[in-house]
């Protein structure tokens, strides 16, 4: 008579566990320097291993060695002419990692840090994410390590130019929609679209989303993120039975998400008290920040928060952008950039009381100071999840220019507020789910890997 083995479940779990071992050992081989690609890949393969566990069928197609390698990886040289008549050499990047359920679709980020392993971590967190928002959009990222701060407009122009010339032999409405990320906004992307439209000889409007609403933008694109991030936010409290009103706020950051998830806190009834750029924050206890003052600074002068002061004068200014987590405050959102919030601000935050933190940056807290929120029950929103929204109305921004219509300011925000739910709704029910109730970055990342997993297991090997 033949006996059946049947496995126990901690010897099921530790051949899931060696699997993810096993994959991970592989990245790091052939990617040793890709160093906040491993971060995002070590906390995302931790958070599935339930979905692993439960779902035998994720290890037999091997899904995680396919996903984790992207479909395409494109380099290129970005030669231009600066306002000397002096060439100059950037490189450019785009990573089309993940065509599984819609084309390829994520942002563009123009600083000097961006290299392979910053385009790939963003790539990478960029397909759960855009999974999530239950649109049909694959995931991608791009960028260039150009630095636009002290260009003129013309050196920005030839640039961006420059950029698209290449770029545009790889995106298509169907096959890859760049947007903007750190340092790309409408003007850099009507400057592309521009050139896009011109070596195409064609107005293929859903080719970039985040345009200008002249020549096929969507309205409350430049909100989404910001608005969404606090939607988010709102459903969080919500689940603790609280309300944003009355709530104490701090932002890091003081560009497109930032300045959006401050205006929409401040309308719901929160007082945001401070706000940072990369050489510093402000910090008004008394009279909370003024948007109209950093929006000004920011989106018409392009200038520094320090000099937020010069127009109030109860406002203090502290050099040093990282110390803005030592100010006490019920929710804490980081906007600005990777890993810019660690154990130590971790840290502070939980001595200060704060209760609620949520990324509106993409992979702003490190994993020890994840795992300081996780640890001291601060209810902890991932950026994947909590920042999707922008993403989302870039979705409803390709399918407007689709369908040739142009929807209201209303309607869209009406949309991406359904979306931010249904976000939340999903993330903690996957929670739940895999008994981690509460833990949201288990439940956004488990949503997200099914949805794709499942599709990708559908298609074949391809
Ligand atoms: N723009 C979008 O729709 C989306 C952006 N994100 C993410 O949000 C973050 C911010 O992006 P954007 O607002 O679009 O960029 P942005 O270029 O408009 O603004 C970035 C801001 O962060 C500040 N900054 C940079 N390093 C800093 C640091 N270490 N500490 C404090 N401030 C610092 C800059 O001075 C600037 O104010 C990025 O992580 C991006 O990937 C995520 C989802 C969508
Ligand atoms: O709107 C988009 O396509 C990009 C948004 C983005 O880059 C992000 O979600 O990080």
């Known amino acids: 008579m033949q006996t059946i083995l049947k496995e126990s479940t901690s010897e099921v779990e530790k051949r899931v566990q060696s699997y993810i071992d096993d994959v991970f050992t592989m990245i790091k ?45 494109i380099t ?39 290299n392979t392993s910053i385009v790939k971590f ?109 939607y988010f936010v709102s459903e969080m409290l919500k689940g603790k039975k609280e309300k944003i009103k009355g709530k104490r706020v701090v932002v890091s950051g003081s560009g497109n998400v930032s300045i959006y998830a401050m205006e929409k806190a401040i309308e719901l009834g929160a007082k945001v008290v401070a706000c940072s750029d990369s050489d510093g924050y402000v910090y008004d206890e008394k009279n909370g920040i003024d948007l109209d003052t950093v929006k000004r600074l920011k989106e018409v002068e392009k200038g520094r928060i320090s000099d937020y002061i010069d127009a109030h004068p109860t406002a203090v200014y502290k050099e040093n952008c990282k110390d803005i987590w030592n100010i006490p405050c019920d929710i804490a959102l980081p906007c600005a950039t990777q890993n810019e919030l660690d154990e130590k601000a971790a840290a502070a935050l939980v001595r200060n009381g704060t209760a609620y933190v949520a990324e509106g940056a993409n992979m702003p807290c490190t994993p020890e100071a994840i795992h300081i929120f ?37 309607e869209v925000e009406t949309r991406l507020q359904e979306i931010m739910r249904d976000i939340y709704k999903n993330c903690e029910q996957a929670a739940k789910m895999y008994e981690k109730e509460g833990n949201l970055v288990v439940g956004a990342n488990i949503a997200g890997f099914i949805k794709v997993a499942d599709a990708m297991i559908e298609l074949g090997v391809v």
Not at 218 to 228: D, F, N, V
């Open 29 to 73: 081989r052939r990617d040793p320097h890709e160093t906040e690609f491993h971060q995002t890949v070590s906390v995302i393969f931790k958070s599935i291993k339930p979905a692993l566990v439960k779902n035998p069928a994720y290890i037999e197609h091997q899904i995680l060695e396919q996903i984790v390698e992207p479909e395409k990886l």
């Open 76 to 114: 290129f040289r970005v030669p231009w002419v600066d306002d000397q008549g002096k060439t100059q050499v950037n490189r450019g990047y785009r990573v089309q990692f993940n065509s599984a359920i819609g084309p390829y679709k994520g942002g563009l980020r123009f600083h000097p840090t961006v």
């Open 122 to 230: 963003l790539g990478f967190q960029q397909i759960f994410k855009n999974a999530l928002t239950g649109q049909p959009i694959g995931g991608g990222k791009g960028g260039s390590d150009f630095d636009p701060k002290g260009k003129s407009d013309m050196e920005i122009m030839r640039f961006c130019q420059s950029f698209m010339t290449e770029l545009a032999n790889y995106i298509g409405p169907n096959t890859d929609v760049p947007a903007g990320d750190i340092g790309v906004g409408s003007k850099e992307i009507g400057y592309m679209f521009g050139q896009y439209k011109k070596i195409r000889g064609n107005f293929e409007a859903g080719v970039l989303t985040g345009k200008g609403l002249n020549y096929g933008g969507s309205l409350a694109r430049k909100e989404a993120t910001g608005y969404g991030l606090i």
């Open 374 to 410: 996780l640890k001291n029950d601060v209810y902890y929103g991932p950026g994947k999840a909590a920042n999707a929204g922008g993403v989302a109305v870039s979705s409803l921004e390709m399918g407007q220019n689709s369908s040739r219509m142009a929807w209201s300011f209303e």
